[in-house]
C-alpha cells in the first residue's frame, strides 16, 4: 500500500506543481458562480433554481470528465514517453501497482474538486434561496430542495406484449401475410395501437391509474403528496391549454376533488394532493377526466408520478455528487488504460472516441431498434445492407449493454427535479460504473502496460 | 600500465570475482527492434553471453549505438529479450522483488522534474517501504554526499546537468542496492565530479556490492572496472580482466626515485647485454591529466580556505555544480579515494621513443612535480582513512560490509 500511495502522491504533486489543479479549481468556481449570472430561466424560482442546478453540475461534470481525461492520459503517457517510468520500473514496485496509485491520485484529485465545486454550488443555492420571499422557498423546499420518493404506476409492459401477440395472431388469421419483414412491421404498428389504448383518454372519459405506495404507507401519514403529470394531445405543437380534472380515491365517493385545471400539453406539471389519501392496501387511485373534444395521451413511462418527501436535499446533493465522481472515476481508468499502450496524444484522442460512442448511444439505440445500422431504400423498400448489419448490429448492443450500465443514472435530472437519489442507486452506480465498467477497462490496462517495454522511448524531455 | 592495475584489490571483490555468487548470468541474449508490421528493424544485442559475480566492477564497453544501454535495459526488465535468457539474483529481471537489490543510474536523468530533490529521495525510498525516519536520515546523507545538500529545495528539473547526475546517483543508491547498474554515469559531470563517482564506485566494489558501469569512456571504465566486455554492433568482441586485455608480458617497466648518472649507466649497460639498444626505453613517469587536474582544484581550494575569501567562490562554485562549499560530503569520498591513491601511483605516459643521451642526463636531475601529491604523507594517512571511509559508507548505506 505504502507504493501505491505513494504513487498516488506524486500524482497529487504534478498536479500541483503543474497548477493545474489550482486552474481548474478556477475554473470550476467561474463556472458555478457566472454561470447564473448570464443563463436565462423561466421567471419562477423553481425554474431559476433548476437551471441553476442543471447547467452548473452539469458543466462542472464536463470540465472535470475532459482534464481527468487529459491528466490521466498525460500522467501515464507523459512518464513513458519522457522516460521517466525506466527509473520507477525498476524500483520494487509492480506495473499494476503504479497503474493504480495513479489511477487513486487522479480519483482522490477529482473527489477534492468535484467536493469545492460542489460546496460553492451548494452554498450558492442556498443563498440564492434565503434571499427569496418564505412562501416562494416555502415551494422550493417542496419541489426542489427536497428528497422526494416517487412512485409510478404499473407500466403493463407484459400486458402490452400478450395484447400485442393476441392481436397479431387474429390479424394474420384474417390477412395471411408471407414476407417476414410485413410482419414484423405489422406487429410494431399493432404494438403501437395497444399501447395507445392503454395511454389515452377520450373526450368526456375518465381514466383510473393505481400507484403502490404500500412500502412507505407508514412513512406518508400527514404528509401531503404532490402529483407530478405530462400528456401529449393529437394537435402537434399545441399552445393552448386544455382543461383536466383530478380525483383521488374512488370516482364514486373520491377524498379529494380537484376544480378543472388549464394545463399545457408535452410539459410537465406538478400539482399538490391532501394527506391520509391512500386505501387501506397503501394504493393510490388517481382519476383524470377529460372534458376537451380532443383525447389525452399520458405517456406510460412518464405520464403520472407520484412524489413523496423522504429526506433533506443535503445528502441527495452529496449522493448526486457520488454518482458524477463514479463517472470521473471511470473517465480516468479510461485514460489511463488508452496511455498503457497509446502516446499521450493518441490515448486522448482514443479516450475522447470512447467518450463520443457512450454519448451517442441514443443512435446505437436506433440501429438495433431499426434492425439496420443503414437507412433503407425508400423505393425499393430494402432494408440496410446486410454484411455490415451481421457484423454492427452485435457490436451495438454489446456496447449499448455497457453504456447503459454507465448512463442508467441521472443525478443531475433528479436534483433539479427533487427526486431521491438512494445510498441503494450510489451503491449501484458505484458497482457498475467503477467496479464493473471501471474495472474492466482497468484490468485491460494492466496487463498492457504490464506487457510493455518501457525503454523504447529515448525521451524527450 | 593503467591505473586499474595499480589499484590494490579489496578482498571481497577478488575473492568473489573468481569464485562468488553468480549476480548476474546472461546467455545467448538476442534484441531485434522491430517496427509497427514486426518487421526486423535493427538487432541491437546479439547471442551476448556473460556473468558478473558478487563485488565485481563489470564494465560494458562500446562505441554509441554498440547495445550498452539495451543490454542494460534488458537486465532490468524495461525491454523484453528476442531470444536468450537473463537472470539477476537467479530471477527474471521482471522479479519486483529482486528489484529491491538493485539501483540504476540511467544515462540521462529520468527523474520527476517538479520534485525536488530531497522529495526525490524520499519519493523512491516511499517506493522500498523505508521508514519515514530512514528515508530522512538517507535522503540526508546522500544529499550531502552528492553535493546537493544546500540545493534541497529546488526542483530536480531546474538542476544543472551535473547536478542532475548526482540527485539521479542518490535515488540509485537510497536502497543500498547490493548490484548498481550505472549508465554512462560519468556523462555531464566535471572532473571533479567524475572522479567522486568513480572513487565511490571502487568503495562500492570494496563493500562487496556488484556493479555494471556502461560507458564509451575509456577512462572510466580503465579506471575502476575489474572486467570488461567490449561491445561492436551488438555482439561481444572481447572479454577479461583489464590485466588480461592489456597486459603486454613481453615487456618489462621497472620504475625507481631518480638515480645518478652513473647509477643509470651501469644499469642500462647490464640491460644492453640482453637486449637491443632500440628496445630500451628510458623516461620520467607522468601522471594523466585527470589526476593533474584534481590536484589543481585542491590545492586552489585548500589556500582559497585558509585565505577565508569564500563568498564569491561558494556561487562560482555552485554554479559550477553544486558544490558551494566543500561539503562533508566531498570530504567523504576525498577520504574514500585516497586509499586509492595511496595504492594507486600516478598513471605514466606513453614512453619516449629511444635513448638519447642529452635527455638522459637532463632525466637524472631531480625535478620536483610542482603540485603532486606527498606520497610520503599521503601513505601515512592510509590505513586511518581506510577505516573511515569503510565505517562512513557502511553508515551511508545502511550499515552493512
Known amino acids: 500500500m505504502q507504493r501505491i500511495l505513494a504513487i498516488c502522491w506524486l500524482t497529487w504533486k504534478a498536479a500541483l506543481r503543474f497548477r493545474l489543479f489550482l486552474v481548474i479549481a478556477a475554473l470550476l468556481i467561474v463556472?458555478?458562480?457566472g454561470l447564473p449570472l448570464v443563463i436565462k430561466d423561466d421567471g419562477t424560482a423553481q425554474g431559476f433554481t433548476q437551471i441553476i442546478l442543471t447547467y452548473t453540475l452539469s458543466s462542472i461534470t464536463a470540465l472535470l470528465g475532459f482534464s481527468t481525461i487529459w491528466l490521466s492520459c498525460?500522467?501515464?503517457?507523459?512518464?513513458?514517453?519522457?522516460?521517466?517510468?525506466?527509473?520507477?520500473?525498476?524500483?520494487?514496485?509492480?506495473?499494476?501497482?503504479?497503474?493504480?496509485?495513479?489511477?487513486?491520485?487522479?480519483?482522490?484529485?477529482?473527489?477534492?474538486?468535484?467536493?469545492?465545486s460542489g460546496a460553492c454550488v451548494y452554498g450558492l443555492l442556498m443563498w440564492r434561496a434565503s434571499q427569496l420571499p418564505p412562501k416562494v422557498q416555502q415551494v422550493l423546499r417542496d419541489e426542489i430542495l427536497v428528497a422526494r420518493g416517487s412512485a409510478t404506476p404499473p407500466t403493463e409492459a407484459s400486458d402490452i406484449e400478450t395484447m400485442t401477440d393476441d392481436s397479431l395472431k387474429k390479424n394474420l388469421q384474417n390477412h395471411p401475410v408471407e414476407n417476414p419483414k410485413d410482419v414484423v412491421e405489422m406487429r410494431r404498428q399493432i404494438r403501437e395501437q395497444v399501447k395507445a389504448s392503454l395511454q389515452v383518454v377520450p373526450p368526456e372519459y375518465w381514466k383510473s391509474w393505481n400507484?403502490?405506495?404500500?412500502?412507505?404507507?407508514?412513512?406518508?401519514?400527514?404528509?401531503?403528496?404532490?402529483?407530478?403529470?405530462?400528456?401529449?394531445?393529437?394537435?402537434?405543437?399545441a399552445t393552448t391549454t386544455f382543461k383536466v380534472g383530478w380525483t383521488i380515491g374512488q370516482t364514486e365517493t373520491p377524498g379529494w376533488q380537484s376544480d378543472l385545471m388549464d394545463l399545457s400539453a408535452d410539459t410537465y406539471h406538478e400539482f399538490p394532493i391532501p394527506a391520509n389519501l391512500l386505501d387501506s392496501k397503501g394504493f393510490l387511485t388517481i382519476n383524470a377526466y377529460n372534458p376537451n373534444n380532443l383525447p389525452l395521451l399520458f405517456p406510460l413511462e412518464d405520464g403520472m408520478e407520484v412524489l413523496y418527501p423522504e429526506g433533506g436535499f443535503g445528502m441527495n446533493f452529496a449522493r448526486a455528487l457520488g454518482i458524477i465522481f463514479c463517472w470521473l472515476a471511470l473517465m480516468s481508468a479510461m485514460g489511463l488504460m488508452a496511455a498503457s499502450f497509446l502516446?499521450?496524444?493518441?490515448?486522448?484522442?482514443?479516450?475522447m472516441a470512447l467518450m463520443v460512442v457512450v454519448l451517442s448511444s441514443g443512435t446505437l439505440a436506433e440501429s438495433v431498434s431499426n434492425g439496420t445500422v443503414a437507412g433503407g431504400n425508400e423505393e425499393t423498400g430494402v432494408m440496410g445492407h446486410?454484411?455490415?448489419?451481421?457484423?454492427?448490429?452485435?457490436?451495438?448492443?454489446?456496447l449499448l449493454?455497457?453504456?447503459?450500465?454507465?448512463?442508467?443514472?441521472?443525478p443531475v435530472d433528479a436534483l433539479s427535479s427533487g427526486r431521491t437519489i438512494t445510498w441503494g442507486q450510489l451503491g449501484l452506480a458505484f458497482g457498475q460504473i467503477v467496479l464493473l465498467v471501471g474495472g474492466f477497462f482497468a484490468v485491460i490496462g494492466m496487463i498492457l502496460f504490464h506487457r510493455r517495454e518501457l525503454a523504447t522511448a529515448q525521451g524527450n524531455q | 600500465m593503467p591505473a586499474t592495475d595499480l589499484i590494490s584489490p579489496a578482498p571481497a571483490p577478488s575473492a568473489g570475482t573468481q569464485t562468488g555468487e553468480v549476480v548476474v548470468s546472461v546467455r545467448g541474449l538476442t534484441k531485434v527492434f522491430k517496427d509497427f508490421w514486426n518487421r526486423p528493424k535493427a538487432r541491437a544485442v546479439d547471442r551476448v553471453d556473460f556473468e558478473v559475480r558478487r563485488g565485481e566492477v563489470f564494465g560494458l564497453l562500446g562505441p554509441n549505438g554498440?547495445?550498452?544501454?539495451?543490454?542494460?535495459?534488458?537486465?532490468?526488465?524495461?525491454?523484453?529479450?528476442?531470444?536468450?535468457?537473463?537472470e539477476v539474483f537467479g530471477h527474471s529481471p521482471r522479479h519486483v522483488q529482486t528489484k529491491s537489490r538493485i539501483g540504476y543510474l540511467p544515462e540521462e536523468s529520468y527523474l520527476y522534474r517538479y520534485l525536488n530533490s530531497r522529495e526525490t529521495l524520499d519519493f523512491f525510498g516511499n517506493i522500498f517501504q523505508l521508514s519515514k525516519s530512514e528515508r530522512n536520515s538517507r535522503s540526508e546523507q546522500l544529499l550531502e554526499m552528492v553535493g546537493l545538500g544546500r540545493t534541497q529545495t529546488r526542483a530536480v528539473g531546474e538542476f544543472s546537468k551535473g547536478m542532475q547526475r548526482r540527485i539521479g546517483l542518490a535515488q540509485a543508491l537510497i536502497n543500498d542496492p547490493d548490484l548498481v547498474i550505472l549508465d554512462e554515469p560519468t556523462a555531464g559531470l566535471d572532473p571533479i565530479g567524475c572522479r567522486e563517482v568513480k572513487d565511490l564506485i571502487v568503495a562500492l566494489a570494496r563493500r562487496g556490492?556488484?556493479?555494471?558501469?556502461?560507458?564509451?569512456?575509456?577512462?572510466?571504465?580503465?579506471?575502476?572496472c575489474d572486467r570488461v566486455v567490449i561491445y561492436y554492433g551488438g555482439k561481444i568482441q572481447a572479454m577479461g580482466t583489464l590485466k588480461e586485455l592489456l597486459a603486454k608480458p613481453d615487456t618489462l617497466r621497472i620504475t625507481t626515485p631518480v638515480l645518478p648518472r652513473e647509477t643509470l649507466e651501469k644499469v642500462l649497460e647490464i640491460i644492453r647485454r640482453d637486449v637491443t639498444t632500440g628496445e630500451v626505453r628510458v623516461d620520467n613517469p607522468s601522471q594523466n591529466l585527470e589526476s593533474y587536474f584534481l590536484d589543481v582544484v585542491q590545492k586552489a581550494r585548500a589556500a582559497q580556505e585558509t585565505s577565508g575569501a569564500q563568498s564569491g567562490a561558494q556561487v562560482a562554485a555552485y554554479l559550477r555544480g553544486g558544490v558551494a562549499e566543500p561539503p562533508a560530503s566531498e570530504k567523504l569520498l576525498e577520504k574514500l579515494s585516497l586509499p586509492q591513491a595511496a595504492a594507486r601511483p600516478a598513471p605514466v605516459a606513453a614512453p619516449a621513443p629511444a635513448i638519447d643521451e642529452s635527455k638522459l642526463s637532463a632525466l637524472t636531475q631531480p625535478v620536483p612535480a610542482p603540485v603532486a601529491p606527498d606520497p610520503a604523507k599521503t601513505a601515512e594517512i592510509k590505513p586511518v582513512d581506510l577505516a573511515k571511509a569503510d565505517e562512513k559508507l557502511s553508515s551511508l548505506l545502511g550499515g552493512k560490509k
Open chain 1, 401 to 410: 449493454v455497457v453504456t447503459s450500465l454507465v448512463k442508467n443514472f441521472s
Open chain 1, 343 to 351: 502516446t499521450f496524444p493518441v490515448a486522448a484522442f482514443f479516450s
Open chain 1, 74 to 116: 498525460g500522467t501515464l503517457a507523459r512518464d513513458i514517453e519522457e522516460c521517466q517510468i525506466q527509473v520507477l520500473a525498476t524500483k520494487p514496485i509492480a506495473r499494476w501497482q503504479i497503474w493504480l496509485g495513479k489511477w487513486l491520485g487522479i480519483a482522490l484529485l477529482n473527489a477534492a474538486l468535484l467536493a469545492i
Open chain 2, 66 to 86: 554498440s547495445g550498452k544501454s539495451t543490454t542494460v535495459k534488458l537486465l532490468l526488465g524495461l525491454l523484453n529479450p528476442t531470444k536468450g535468457h537473463i
Open chain 1, 211 to 237: 400507484v403502490d405506495l404500500s412500502s412507505v404507507k407508514g412513512s406518508l401519514k400527514d404528509k401531503p403528496l404532490r402529483l407530478r403529470i405530462k400528456f401529449n394531445t393529437p394537435m402537434v405543437g
Open chain 1, 386 to 398: 446486410a454484411s455490415a448489419d451481421i457484423i454492427l448490429l452485435p457490436i451495438f448492443k454489446g
Open chain 1, 31 to 33: 463556472a458555478v458562480v
Open chain 2, 209 to 224: 556490492k556488484t556493479v555494471i558501469l556502461s560507458s564509451h569512456l575509456l577512462s572510466d571504465v580503465e579506471d575502476v
